[in-house]
């Protein structure tokens, strides 16, 4: 039975392909990483989500997924003015998250 719809190709994500040592290096460096629940508390304060797109949550949501090409696209975004730091419930250090996801993604070497 045919319902009208289809998966598209380049939507499709397949977590088991995905390249796990950037991911790796990143908890390794920052451990807070792991203790963020997607409350949207850092998406609300944030500077530079009121004159741009920015998030903070799909910026995690991205790094998780592999999906680098678009995250670094998303990081450029990023004032690092740190309320995100301040707000968050579960002391996540966004503001060193973002800096590291930069860092990982600008670097030269495969991890």
Do not use: W
């Not at 397949?14 to 908890?27: E, G, M, R, V």
Request: hydrophobic content about 35%; some cysteine.
């Amino acid at each position: 039975m045919k319902f009208g719809y289809s998966l598209s190709s380049s939507r499709t994500i397949d977590l088991d392909k995905l390249d796990q040592k950037k991911q790796d290096a990143f908890t390794n460096e920052i451990p807070t990483f792991k203790r963020c629940f997607a409350c949207g508390g850092c998406a609300a304060t944030c500077s530079a989500q009121q004159h741009t797109d920015f998030n903070v949550l799909k910026c995690n949501l991205l790094f998780r997924r592999g999906q680098f090409d678009t995250l670094a696209k998303e990081l450029e975004k990023c004032m690092l003015c740190g309320k995100c730091t301040l707000v968050c419930p579960r002391n996540v250090n966004t503001r060193a998250m973002i800096m590291k996801m930069r860092k990982i993604l600008n670097s030269k070497t495969n991890l």
